[in-house]
């Protein structure tokens, strides 16, 4: 199948998890993939695997919290590629989980992933976009962007602004044929879910985490968690010319847990 061929573009956080997951089946679906993370060896795999099943890849590593890197993430894209369709802004960090005496850098760090490398690519995005006569920008957001997380509420605020921020543009850039869409990931099998399975109080804190994750996958009415590969089929569907209708959407992919 090439339901993505002859478009290039990029996707962050790629070298581990769902980013991941997206970037090998937007390279087998024919794209030509910018895989962006900070982790310089996974992005190296990540790129030798889609190589060597005879895709187009090319390694963008640095530091998203810089929005020199934010922005030159899509020249360097356009330029190896000729042109550029898409960008999926999938980074982001599960910030502090306290209220009170919560650690500034923490959250500032956190602001950094969540919002503000979002807007610095979708600004850099958006001339290479026209260029194009339109494209696909997709954004990760979260089930806590869609309802408040009492685990997370710094994390559930940004993810909600990240949601603002899409269906405001999506109306901003419709003139030029550019669509913006928002997944929202329930439970995901992946590193981060641990992370944020364990931080509610004391007593999960101190819990063991697998156990944790298994608690979390009774909760969803599908009765288990998210493969990385799930969130990476809506990511493609978004991208591709088969959701050409489709702008200003906010897609849970949670097993029913929002319904």
């Known amino acids: 199948m090439t339901r993505l061929a002859g478009k290039a573009g990029l996707i962050t956080a790629a070298a581990s998890g769902m980013g991941r997951a997206g ?3 937007f390279a087998a679906e024919g794209a030509a993939v910018g895989v962006v993370d900070i982790d310089a060896k996974g992005v190296a795999s990540v790129v ?3 190589e060597a099943a005879g895709g187009t890849a090319i390694p963008l590593v640095g530091d998203l919290t810089d929005p020199g890197f934010s922005r030159a993430i899509v020249e360097d894209t356009a330029a190896a590629f000729g042109g550029f369709d898409f960008a999926w802004m999938h980074a982001g960090h599960p910030g502090p989980s306290k209220v009170e005496d919560y650690d500034p850098a923490m959250l500032e760090l956190s602001f950094d992933l969540n919002l503000k490398t979002v807007i610095h690519t979708t600004g850099a995005a ?3 976009l026209r260029k194009r006569g339109g494209g696909s920008l997709t954004f990760t957001s ?5 309802a408040g997380s009492p685990r997370s509420p710094s994390y559930s605020m940004m993810k909600f602004g990240v949601i603002g921020w899409c269906r405001s ?13 928002v997944i929202c990931p329930g439970g995901v099998d992946t590193p981060m879910l641990r992370e944020f399975v364990a931080r509610y109080d004391t007593a999960q804190a101190n819990a063991d985490k697998e156990d944790l994750v298994a608690t979390r996958a009774t909760q969803t009415p599908l009765g288990r968690n998210a493969r990385p590969e799930e969130i990476a089929n809506a990511a493609l569907f978004l991208t591709s010319d088969e959701a050409s209708f ?7 992919v949670d097993g029913a847990m929002t319904a």
């Open 23 to 25: 970037a090998l089946r």
């Open 246 to 252: 489709v702008s200003g959407a906010v897609i849970p």
């Open 126 to 128: 958006l001339p290479h």
């Open 48 to 50: 030798a695997e889609i």
């Open 169 to 181: 543009l999506a109306k901003r850039v419709a003139p030029d044929q550019i669509r913006a869409n």
């Open 142 to 146: 979260s089930t806590a962007g869609l």
